[in-house]
């Protein structure tokens, strides 16, 4: 090539790069501009949100929707069904302070889609419809919301394939009977700091997989007995923070792999003995105030004379 030809080349390069960049993605968007070499930044239509387009390794992208200093109602996004499927391949979606209320499958059939995070969306309800046709979620995380109760119909849209699910600080109360039942590859639950009462047996059914169950900061007073009968893979039970009365003696017989565990109450020495009896992988927590430093064992007595 010849040093004219190399700048010709370079040139169009230059100038396909500013047009993509400064493109609004087909009208998708209001406007768009560069908010830096990695990022694009556009305006929605027809709500006070933006949404930060960040372009991550192999090409797959974050999309970061976020409010502009507006009132409550302008927040609102228009996520209709297929809103963002022939969009580029997006492999994380985080939704912070935006309404999206009506959300019916916006992402249908984005295949790398794997992280989504809803922060602060002033939910009443769990938003059932924004999870349909999103095939390989394994992560979810939402936070501070206000739905009152969990059911296996809320829960129904999102693919059996997670692994990951915090749902904090959203004023859960109730968790309905086999809500989480479809989830066998999860191994991470976290439900605190919401307003839960009582934990049952059929609560955590289908989990075979859990490892992680955090439930610290509810308002927990009652345990059932053969609550955690269905989770017998736990490593790491955290239960703090609850008004917790007694716990039931066998409560956490059978989990034989815990490492860890807390939990309030005004226990002694001898409750805390009886109830993590036969747990020989402990190796810390606390039980009550008392901590745990590692297995019960029974004290042999030196019987030499
Ligand atoms: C913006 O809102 C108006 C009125 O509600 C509607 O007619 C129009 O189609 C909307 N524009 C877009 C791009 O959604
Ligand atoms: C929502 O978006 C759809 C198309 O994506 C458009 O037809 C409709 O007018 C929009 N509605 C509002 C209220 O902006
Ligand atoms: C949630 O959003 C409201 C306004 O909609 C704001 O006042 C509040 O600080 C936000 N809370 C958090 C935890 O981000
Ligand atoms: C949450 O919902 C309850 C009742 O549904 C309501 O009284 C309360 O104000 C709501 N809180 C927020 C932060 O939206
Ligand atoms: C569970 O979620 C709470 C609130 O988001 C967080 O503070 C806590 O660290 C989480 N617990 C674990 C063990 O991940
Ligand atoms: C339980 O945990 C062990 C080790 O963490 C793992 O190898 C095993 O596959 C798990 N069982 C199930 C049913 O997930």
Redo the contacts with the bound molecule.
Sequence with gaps: MTNSAIFVVLICTLMSSLIEANSNYDGKFESCYNFNYMTVECKLWNASAVVRIVKGPSQHFTLLFNTEDHPQELRKLNLTEGAYSNFLPIIQVVMTDVNMDGASGPFINQRHLQYVQLFNNSLQEFPRDFFRGIPNLRQL?I?YQNFSTLSNHHLSEISENLEFL?L??SSVKNIEAEAFSKFHQLT?L????NSLTELKPCMFNGLDSLV?L?L??NKITTIRPGTFVTVLNLS?L?LDGNPLDSLPQKIFTYLENLEFVTFSGNQNENTCKALLKGLNRLTYGFCGSIAITGPYKEVACDCRC
Excluded at 190 to 193: A, E, K, T
């Design positions: 995380e936070y915090s904090t600080r991470y976290n439900l605190s700091y992680n955090h610290q900061g790491a955290s």
